[in-house]
């Protein structure tokens, strides 16, 4: 459990030299290109799926859904479909009694700046395995094999569900104590900096979020004297870190409602050959919906001289706008709890997890009822903002993909009371969920992460 | 949590006298009918799927499934897709200090002797919204709506991973105190006497193992003095209740064991038309394999007094033969450790899920390799047995499904050490996971019932 981390102090500029310089030495290039200049990439004649030559990485395939839930109850769309399980592992290290995190300055072909704060191994098995015939993974062997440190995280998590199908990624935190050899990609930071790093707009990337979510935090205790949010939301947030007091409704209340809620909603859900999706067209340069919703899948040339391999091209997922990520929060008798949603989306492998407040992109919503609480996110008085920042989705497969990540302290006169598929819970009852996966949807992870750079 | 159960003193005669009689009561034939006399069900010209005509219940379909495990590593079978929850609640009531369960004498189809000692309520959706028009469904009132019970347990957990394509349902358990309207093919059974019946033969249903086997227990204070396991066993038994003391291996390693199993195996698994099975062929009266291995599906013609409606047509899952569903067990620094094997079966949510330590039908691996542990459990010394009866698996779709379910202490010398896809876990452990799904199977749920049975 890390209770050191919210009083550790971090060392000025080391971060920021370290990365400035890491910019300096990369380039990267990422060009759109027509499907046709999709080297090793093809579309299957018969049924219009793309994949890889290899059969390895991933194919996009398209997905039927029939379900009772939300203004729309029977769609197709295409789906990036991933079997393997990857690993997105953070390397923990004790230095002077305050943990540090082993981060990496890595680049990914869909992030808007190239590079971002990534966790020290992020590779899928092909990577490790080398399908493409790149260079090893360096620092796996703190994660995978016989001579791996302390393992104090090690859970399947789910991806985007409107995205992926069934994709889960293995989110592990290793602890070690002997020395680990240096790489100019890498680097020590304490993990109450890289928390603070959130803060940042597009900095800290989508996989170091889950990991860090999926942290076993303990309370504080003493004030971490963070200058983020006021006193006593801090304090709020720090109670509410215990697993059982103060809870509004206990765990198995909370476990009661989530089954009740998987058991109301009924969703078929089917792989179907991609060239038979409906409403979406296939161009030299796009797979698209007629009206431009939701997202496009293209194409990119990616040159690249820090990556395994210096130059590829693969399809990317380019959603139609930017989201917004909300936890509504709220102090009942001192302790901080969120309003998290029970979310059907028709990628998760058991159909409803626990999502965010609110979490949509508006422009999907056009002549559709809108997502209940947006207006009031989007309203919201600033002055009751205590996080706020764009953060991106996962580069290596989702082209500029930034969504607006907030938490708002509500009203004291905000009612407790709520529709029927939205429970006020802990940061305590979140983290006891986090040690298993099928709870939380990778949004809430990367708010809870959020929470936790805010006590 | 239940502590008294293990040292409630049984009333005499109770049972035996109103299961007699419920027996007496109760007319049921079951016949098997040919395909075309299976009226409201038909098979699709198209895909060869057999459905209901409602749209309800469930459907045969065909499974393909791809994997890197075990012997065979492609294959098509039929599959029983029934994505609707129904719910499996017991309902419990402290009479005296004692807890009480509230039991069913329920008739199923495929059961051998028919009559089964079974949960409260056992309802699909389709029993609840009457698909097929029959009567209400007794006593859901308390697990379902506004004026429900103290939930206790409320869980889904999935079901035969072989048999059903994703199949879950609600385990309930929800505590009354006021009086319940009493009904004939229902009686008030003191908890540790529901235990004692397992060791009946085909007394306690499926879904009342499974709900049995999600109930929190506490270890007790005093010994029990059960006649079915010695003393010293018995305590290592209820040693191992404790959620944490003396474990071999701790919960989060035990998690991290599990996930790594799941990030080893890679099985792709699609839903096909049933008329492309592979090996299989459909015949008047069965769907079978050409070497009648694994089970054939058949139609049956029910006739019965007591259920919903006097009777109808049905298809049901026949199993080629018996099976043996052991846990070997082992008092390590003088705590009950079972030894699970993490299991992938291709209609599981999550590929993989916690087994028994051997789960097999012998006549399906002539050939083949055989099972690890089986020769061990057919060979056990019978003094070293500590539960052995035949229990029968959901008899509302499967038909004469019988397995032998054993529970074997190994001798002191018995390695610890295991192959890398099995672990010796605690029952407090187990406990643990069962308050989650996706961990622990039917059979080794109904094997923990049978534990529980013995301290």
């Known amino acids: 459990m890390f209770t050191e981390s919210a009083s550790a102090t971090r060392p000025a500029g080391r971060f920021r030299e370290w990365w400035s310089e890491r910019a300096r030495a990369n380039r990267f290039n990422v060009t759109p290109i027509p499907f046709d200049e999709l080297v090793d990439w093809r579309f299957d004649p018969e049924t ?25 109850r029977e769609w197709s769309q295409p ?29 990914e072909p869909g992030n808007v700046n190239t590079l971002q704060l990534s966790p020290t191994v992020q590779a899928t098995r092909s990577n490790y395995t080398r399908v493409h015939r790149g260079g090893r993974t360096r620092y796996l062997e703190y994660f995978a094999g016989p001579s791996r440190g302390r393992v104090l995280v090690d859970v399947l998590q789910s991806e985007q569900g409107s995205w992926f199908y069934r994709k889960r990624n293995r989110n592990m935190v290793v602890e070690v104590t002997g020395d680990v050899p240096p790489h100019e990609d890498f680097c020590w930071l304490p993990l109450r900096e890289v928390l603070d790093l959130l803060h940042t707009d597009n900095l800290v990337n989508m996989d170091a979020r889950t990991v860090l979510s999926c942290m076993p935090f303990a ?23 215990h697993r059982s007091a103060g809870a509004l409704h206990d765990l198995g209340d909370v476990l009661s409602w989530f089954t009740e809620e998987k058991t109301r909603h009924e969703m078929t859900v089917r792989l179907i050959p991609a060239g038979r999706v409906a409403g979406w067209r296939r161009t030299a340069h796009e797979i698209a919906r007629d009206d431009g919703r939701h997202f496009r899948v293209i194409a990119v040339n990616v040159e690249a001289s820090s990556r395994e391999v210096p130059s590829w091209r693969q399809p990317l997922l380019a959603p139609a706008g930017r989201g917004v990520i909300a936890f509504l929060a709220k102090s009942i008798e001192g302790v901080a709890h969120v309003l998290v949603h029970a979310r059907v989306e028709p990628g998760f492998v058991d159909t409803v997890e626990l999502g965010p407040t609110v979490q949509a992109i508006r422009e999907n919503y056009a002549g559709l009822p809108e997502p209940r609480y947006l207006d009031y996110v989007l309203g919201a008085d600033p002055a009751r903002i205590r996080f706020d920042a764009y953060l991106s989705e996962e580069g290596g497969r989702f082209f500029d993909a930034q969504n607006r990540y907030v938490v708002i302290e509500v009203e004291d006169d905000f009612p407790v009371h709520c529709p029927p598929d939205y429970r006020w819970v802990t940061l305590g009852q979140l983290g006891a969920l986090l040690r298993h996966g099928h709870y939380l949807n990778v949004q809430a992870r990367s708010l809870v992460a959020c929470l936790h750079s805010l006590w």
Not at 79 to 106: R, W, Y
């Open 48 to 72: 219009g799926n793309l994949a890889h030559s290899s059969g390895g990485f991933f194919t996009i395939e398209g997905l039927h859904v029939r379900s009772d839930y939300g203004p729309v």
């Open 219 to 241: 309370p504080p205790e003493a004030d971490s004297g963070s200058r983020h949010a006021p006193v006593a939301f801090r304090r709020a947030l720090a109670r509410s870190l």
């Open 79 to 107: 789906i990036i479909n991933q079997a393997e399980i990857g690993i997105l592992g953070i390397l923990v290290k004790s230095f002077g009694g305050v943990p540090h995190c082993l981060m990496q300055a890595k680049m």
